[in-house]
């Protein structure tokens, strides 16, 4: 009879570390939820603005620390929700629901429109403009408005006074022309 409930025993420590094993491919959710149904004192999951502090520490680094709602600027309105699987799949290799250059495009699907298209729109190179949570400017742009074209486009412009005045009057260029795509020859509105 004691023999029968040490192999009890083992067998079930051994079911226990197969399940152990089989949940250490889950999400961390899972894992946390089948450990608490087996053993006691499993610690809570942090708060869900901690989820991504590893990842936003390392994002500040890169980009500059982030703000908070309610700061000038823009902000991408799923991050603002905390509605981070709209976009994020961390099951994935990528860690994003679709491939990075298809991502934006899941719902903003309209954003290109004519026969003239710029070609990091073009490309999905959404984030050589964008960023793709926040910005200190308007529409999520990495830079103000008036030197985000220049610091691609340093060529000298074709109709050059007329730019030159432009400049001086304080029209950008996205007052003129439309940053992702046209009907028109140069993007022009």
């Known amino acids: 009879m004691i023999q ?36 006691d004192g499993v610690p809570a999951p942090p708060p869900p603005d901690q ?19 309610g700061t ?12 981070c699987n709209d976009c994020h799949d961390f099951t994935k290799s990528g860690g994003l629901v679709a491939p990075r250059k298809e991502l934006c495009f899941r719902c903003h699907d309209t954003i290109i429109q004519g026969a003239y298209i710029h070609a990091p729109a073009a490309s999905g190179e959404c ?7 926040d910005s200190p400017f308007a529409s999520l742009l990495k830079e103000e408005k008036a030197k985000l074209c220049t610091s691609c486009h340093a060529e000298p412009r074709m109709a050059r006074s007329l730019h030159e ?21 140069f993007f022009l509105k």
């Not at 409930?5 to 226990?16: E, F, N, S, T």
């Not at 984030?127 to 949570?133: A, F, G, K, T």
Request: proline share 7%.
């Open 127 to 133: 984030l050589n403009c964008h960023l793709p949570h």
């Open 72 to 83: 000038e600027g823009s902000f991408h309105p799923p991050y603002k929700n905390k509605q």
């Open 51 to 69: 989820y991504c502090a590893p990842w936003l520490a390392e994002r500040q680094v890169q980009v500059g620390p982030a703000r908070k709602v």
């Open 4 to 39: 029968t409930g040490k192999r009890i025993r083992r067998q079930g420590v051994g079911v226990l570390a197969v399940l152990v094993l089989l949940c250490a491919g889950c999400s961390p959710a899972t894992t946390r939820n089948v450990a608490s149904f087996i053993f």
């Open 165 to 185: 005045r432009a400049a001086r009057a304080a029209i950008h260029c996205t007052d003129c022309h439309d940053p992702h795509a046209g009907t028109t020859k």
